[in-house]
């Protein structure tokens, strides 16, 4: 049912913890199923130069946290705003299809911590206007 990578990322998880002085921390939950994550970024020149995470949640949602804070650490804000949870999950081989908002709440949080920053420094991120950041929107089963 679970890919080799998820497993890994569920046992090894990477970048787990929080950044004291962060430069953004987004945080996104799902009601139905209890799924909370909290992303922390440290941004310097526009590079991601440290991501951390925290997550409440089931396994594949720890596996989403971690493998979307791999793909995003070291590169730019616009490569992170880009990161879609389709990818994440193509990342990790692939998720069950009731765990696949597990990617999206991945995705969310980045561009929440992103939002964030942008808050914070006033530096004006393309795209941001247009995330939702409704924790329904994607629920069509019901996974727990």
């Avoid at 914070?120 to 795209?127: E, F, L, P, R, Y």
């Amino acid at each position: 049912m679970y890919s080799e990578k998820v497993m890994d990322h569920f046992t090894n998880p990477r970048n787990v913890g929080e950044i004291l002085d962060a430069d953004g921390i987004g945080e996104v939950g799902n009601a139905k199923c209890g799924d909370i994550m909290r992303m922390y970024l440290k941004i310097e020149d526009g590079i991601i130069e440290d991501v951390k995470f925290k997550t409440f949640g089931c396994g594949s949602a720890i596996a989403s946290s971690s493998m979307a804070t791999e793909l995003i650490k070291g590169r730019t804000i616009n490569e992170a705003m880009a990161l879609t949870n389709k990818a994440v999950a193509d990342a990790l081989d692939g998720l069950p299809p009731v765990k696949m908002h597990c990617s999206v709440l991945a995705e969310q949080a980045i561009k929440s911590a992103l939002l964030d920053y942008s808050k914070k420094s006033g530096v004006h991120i393309d795209g941001l206007e247009d995330v939702n950041f409704d924790d329904d929107h994607h629920h069509d089963v019901h996974e727990h």
